[in-house]
């Protein structure tokens, strides 16, 4: 009988379609048969098909197509000579087995294609690590799982491969390959230079409102993408936001995200960091949904999602104003940060609120909702309107990612920005440029204009 490390990890090569380091044919309990034929033709080792023999010559761009590859990737020495004596029918669906062993050979899915650099972090489960790909010489993140004897992958590593396999945008991490040993998963993404914690604090947290705006911008992209496809991250953090030197950000680490395709709507209320945590989900909620995520893009989304994610809109405010927003360091001390300065919940702006259990059990003081203005004077008229739609109480009236994106906030950034197709950069447009932080001295950027 096969044991669960087995099984997990079976999963999540079924889900990758890429190749184990040791690969042993059938193991996973695929099928061999490439989707939507009933090829049972005979296999050459590189893993192409031997029938209808066509004599051409095969080129880096034929093979490139063939297997999704990176363009700039090196091919090993005599692999393509090898390929051409096979003269593989390249107009035919290739089978996910046959993509394996042609990907092995090349490289991937093997340890020994990657070199570590520096460590970046650690965690319970999981070592981050700088490293480079022999294939390319880019730069890469090495994310090293440990694997238990008795219990295999956490499950939080199926959720990050198993959603990331499928998530394909420019404000979301690439995942390039995946890696399996006795000991180990490791996961190999693209590398950006730092998290958008490390980037304030690198500006003295003093970041221009400019770029405020185009990171904020770029979050709400890759979120909207997200939801689109009915996937919650649920653990937004600046920790958890890469920026490279040209200022493209991109979500990162999936292992709490959760995709909503289930008639369900109940989920664990202990999944986001606590500071970035909705009102809603501290005081027991389980019934959230992609408002979670957008709570926390604003001020009030950690305050009203944060069940899922730190919140847009936590990470909107603390960009703003260069401090956390509701830096509570329990469940009841967020709760009284959160209404001290939107003032205590009512049935009027939170229906249903009075028959909280939870709620009514902490008593707490009648408080007055703050001007928001006095806490993050940096933010004009518009983005103050967008914070505040982040941040109501009442989930079905919060303004969502699609929404915010169209908000006059971002009107600056032209009209362009929402034609862009998916896999495209923001700064691929003129009009979009990052500016230097008045905090930061040592920067590339041209001079902020505020």
Not at 102 to 114: A, C, M
């Amino acid at each position: 009988s096969s044991t669960p490390k087995t099984n997990i990890i079976s999963l999540i090569f079924f889900f990758l379609d890429i190749v184990h380091e040791n690969l042993k044919m059938g193991s996973d309990g695929e099928s061999d048969q490439a989707s939507g034929t009933s090829s049972d033709e005979v296999q050459s080792p590189t893993g192409v098909c031997l029938r209808n023999r066509v004599h051409r010559r095969i080129s880096m761009e034929d093979l490139n197509k063939r297997l999704s590859l990176p363009a700039d990737i090196r091919i090993p020495d005599g692999y393509l000579e090898k390929l051409q004596l096979s003269s593989p029918p390249f107009d035919q669906p290739l089978s996910r087995r046959s993509r394996r062993a042609s990907l092995s050979e090349i490289g991937f899915g093997k340890l020994e294609t990657y070199i570590k650099l520096d460590k970046l972090g650690e965690g319970t489960y999981a070592t981050v690590f700088k490293g480079r790909s022999k294939l390319t010489d880019n730069l890469v993140a090495l994310k090293e799982i440990r694997l238990e004897h008795e219990e295999g992958a956490p499950c939080t590593a199926i959720r990050e491969v198993s959603l990331l396999k499928d998530l394909k945008h420019a404000n979301i991490v690439t995942l390039h390959d995946i890696v399996h040993t006795d000991k180990s998963l490791t996961l190999v993404f693209e590398y950006l230079d730092k998290d958008l914690k490390q980037y304030m604090d690198d500006c003295g947290n003093i970041m221009s409102m400019h770029n405020v705006k185009i990171f904020l911008f770029q979050i709400l992209r890759g979120l909207s993408y997200c939801h689109k496809r009915k996937v919650l991250h649920r653990d937004l953090k600046p920790q958890n936001l890469l920026i490279n030197e040209r200022g493209e950000l991109k979500l990162a680490d999936f292992g709490l995200a959760r995709a909503k395709s289930v008639p369900t709507k109940t989920y664990s209320n202990e999944v986001v960091t606590l500071w970035y945590r909705p009102p809603d989900v501290l005081l027991g909620s389980s019934e959230y949904s992609t408002q979670i995520d957008m709570c926390r893009t604003t001020l009030f989304c950690f305050v009203v999602t944060a069940a899922i994610n730190v919140g847009v809109g936590c990470i909107f405010y603390e960009m703003a104003a260069g401090r956390p927003l509701f830096p509570g360091s329990t469940v009841e001390d967020e709760l009284h940060l959160i209404f001290r300065l939107l003032g205590t919940p009512t049935e009027e702006n939170w229906p249903g609120i009075s028959a909280i259990e939870e709620f009514k059990s902490y008593n707490f003081p009648k408080y007055k909702p703050q001007p928001i203005i006095n806490h993050a004077p940096r933010l004009d008229g518009e983005g103050i309107e967008l914070l505040l739609a982040f941040l109501r109480y009442e989930s079905k009236k919060r303004i969502s990612a699609e929404e915010a994106m169209k908000h006059s906030y971002f009107r600056q950034l032209g009209m362009r920005v929402h034609t862009l197709p998916e896999s495209v950069s923001l700064f691929t447009l003129k009009e979009v440029q990052m500016q230097r932080d008045p905090g930061y001295r040592n920067s590339s950027y041209p001079e902020s204009g505020g």
